[in-house]
């Protein structure tokens, strides 16, 4: 029987956007909290509202313990990665200030940065490799005496590309740079020590490798550079009401406005799900679906893929392309035909495309999860053999 004519379940791959389906915790812990909790956190004295702020405390908590942070309180919490990356970004650069950053961006960093060159910032994009690969020694070659900040993503979501973000880091720490990282694809499923690694700035998203809900993410900011940082936006925060001045100290000074607590619940429920399986487990569990994914590729005619060529070094982010069939085209057939989910096109990062060559066109985007299965990888290979014009095997 023909593999679109099977009776197929659905196959989730666009975990590089939003990864699913979610630890049972985390629902769970949602739950928990709209149907015995409920309270506003920091905002009153009753027991309600203490234990909402027990909630988040805990959340942030965990996540400090993740990325080896000291103090939880170096964490402010923001509704994605977009929004901490505007805060570090928008809050650390001045006219007249340099930054460094690389050609395999997504715009969640490239827009801000746009802008702010737009207002008199200095900015130099470093090229990558054809397949995504930042050379610390151009790194080295773009700094001046007047750069301020390097911004670079650990992982590509184009090619799943991992940076030398350790080594980026004492390059950054020698030359006196602040150090910002876009962890949006990597926080949960590679291992990020930020002392370890001189990171200064720290912007992750709750809702990708994490296993929390949209809505959440957030920022880590080295001891002493908040007072450095202006805030994205002020308001009430539920300490020094007395003054209309916006706090100064971590994290209330990034977290004005009444915060996403049933969503914090539910990330704070994700990390400790990635805390409890190791995420050297979650990495090994994802780098072995992707190289078989990989290796089946390579014999399937009609296929380029883009990215490093071996799992090691990069996410279980996988771009390719199918000759003569276009990536929507392409889809729009896994999703209808084989129940595949995935996403096409540019994926909000043409500075990465252009890099690797698919720019304006594209790429057909996989993204493997820890939940993923050995048949899921197995389905997906014999419906791009399909797609490709060979026969599926019987």
């Known amino acids: 029987m023909p593999l679109d004519q099977l009776n197929h379940p659905i196959i989730y791959f666009d975990n590089a956007a939003t990864s699913w389906p979610k630890p049972a915790a985390m629902m769970a812990a949602m739950i928990n ?95 990558c490799s054809g397949d995504g690969r930042l050379d610390t020694e151009d790194v080295r070659a773009a700094i001046r005496p007047h750069t301020r900040l390097l911004v670079v993503t650990h992982a590509s979501n184009v090619t799943g590309t991992i940076q030398p973000i350790a080594e980026l880091g004492e390059i950054a720490g020698r030359h006196g740079i602040l150090f910002c990282v876009d962890a949006a694809q990597t926080a949960g499923s590679l291992p990020i020590h930020v002392d370890e690694m001189v990171i200064d700035l720290l912007a992750f998203s709750g809702h990708k490798s994490l296993f929390g809900p949209q809505g959440t993410g957030g920022l880590y900011i080295r001891e002493g550079l908040e007072k450095q940082l202006r805030p994205l936006m002020m308001g009430g925060t539920g300490s020094r009401s007395e003054f209309e001045g916006q706090p100064d100290f971590m994290p209330d000074k990034f977290e004005s406005g009444t915060p996403n607590t049933i969503g914090l619940a539910g990330l704070g429920a994700g990390v400790r799900f990635v805390l409890t399986e190791r995420v050297e487990t979650i990495r090994s569990k994802e780098e072995m679906l992707t190289t078989r994914f990989l290796a089946g590729l390579a014999v399937l005619p009609g296929i380029t893929v883009y990215g490093p060529p071996d799992a090691a070094n990069r996410t279980s982010v996988v771009s390719f392309n199918i000759t003569g069939v276009s990536p929507s085209e392409a889809s729009l057939e896994l999703d209808e035909r084989f129940g595949i989910l995935c996403r096409p096109g540019l994926h909000c990062a043409p500075a990465a495309h252009r890099t690797i060559g698919t720019f304006s066109q594209g790429t057909i985007r996989f993204g493997f999860s820890y939940f993923n299965k050995d048949e899921e990888i197995d389905l997906a290979l014999e419906a791009v053999r399909s797609l490709a014009g060979g026969d599926a095997p019987h």
């Open 33 to 127: 909290y709209n149907e015995l909790i409920g309270g506003s956190p920091g905002r009153s004295g009753h027991q309600r509202s203490l234990d909402a702020g027990r909630v988040i405390l805990e959340t942030r908590e965990a996540l400090a313990e993740l990325f080896g942070c000291d103090d939880s309180l170096r964490i402010a919490f923001t509704k994605n990665a977009t929004e901490a990356l505007n805060i570090a970004l928008s809050g650390i650069l001045n006219p007249g200030d340099h930054v460094i950053t690389s050609s395999m961006e997504h715009n969640s960093v490239m827009r801000p940065l746009r802008y702010l060159e737009s207002q008199g910032v200095q900015l130099s994009v470093v090229s």
